[in-house]
């Protein structure tokens, strides 16, 4: 259950980081309204406390953070910009995953 709660909540932290930094793409290479950086930030600042919820040393949240953001990237590529992964893609999210299963649960002596 652990296991699934973290990657749960890697999940969500990725998904308001990647909303915090698509916004202001919009705004700036789309012509949005610069008002979609009221939402980026708030998505941002929601990033940063997210990633605050893990129990594991803050460095090693981070590097595991990496690989679930990596994946989530890539479904994003595919379910907003409409493009779709290729294997390349797929395999290298699946192994930026398998990085992230060993760094947060890997068995540990302390």
Do not use: N
């Amino acid at each position: 259950m652990f296991e699934l709660k973290t990657i749960s909540l890697f999940a969500v932290t990725a998904i308001a980081e990647i909303i915090g930094c698509y916004l202001p793409y919009l705004w700036l290479k789309q012509d949005k309204s610069i008002l979609l950086l009221i939402p980026s930030a708030i998505s941002l600042a929601l990033f940063a406390w997210l990633l605050t919820l893990h129990p594991a040393a803050t460095g090693r949240v981070y590097a595991a953070y990496g690989g679930v953001y990596i994946f989530v990237a890539i479904l994003w590529l595919w379910g907003v910009d409409g493009v779709k992964p290729t294997m390349w893609d797929i395999i290298g999210g699946s192994v930026a995953l398998a990085g992230m299963a060993i760094i947060m649960f890997a068995p540990r002596s302390t």
